[in-house]
């Protein structure tokens, strides 16, 4: 398993050493102490696993208060995974980044407690797979908008995306960049 350095600070992209032969492959997709190893010791409480048909977008979500911190892969299909650094103290703040998550490469994203998360499927369907370091708390739950002018994510062209109304009539991250404050289980 190798680790390799994001563009955002304190987001990595996890490479698993993957054993493949003509049965198929196999692979650790986690293993305690090679993430404590890479510096990565967050505690994962709960699993999620989502299926989406292409041009599915789901983002930008995030949880205020003490955070969640996720670990992404896509099991099935290809995605193209994007995050943005939401915290407001961070060199990397407003900053987002992509990546292609597919079931060839087998690469996960560790998504650290105050970035925003999103993803579109790229493939007819798409298996998603993520753990996170806390419990889904809807009180605490925040979207971004997807298509937020200033962040200017740049999604995939040439296909048609599907959001859910949520995302769809979610506000931008000026709009509510003071309420979006981590560590403090009050938040």
Known sequence: MEMLETELVDARLIVPT???DARGFFCEVFRRDRFDALGIGA??????QSRSSRGVLR???????????KLVRCAR??????????RADSPTYRRWQAFTLDDRS?????VPVGFAHGFCTLSDVADV???????????LERTIAYDDRELAIEWPAGIDLI?????A????????????RFGDPRS
């Open 129 to 139: 797979v993520y753990r996170q370091t806390g419990y889904y708390a809807p009180e």
């Open 18 to 20: 993957v054993h493949a």
């Open 59 to 69: 983002g930008m979500h995030l949880q205020i208060g003490e955070g969640v911190a």
């Open 169 to 180: 009539t979610a506000r931008t991250l000026r709009e509510q960049a003071d309420e979006l």
């Open 43 to 48: 505690e994962f409480v709960q699993d999620n």
């Open 106 to 110: 087998h690469h996960q994203l560790f």
């Open 163 to 167: 959001v859910s109304e949520r995302d």
């Open 77 to 86: 299909g290809e995605i193209l995974d994007v995050i943005v650094d939401v």
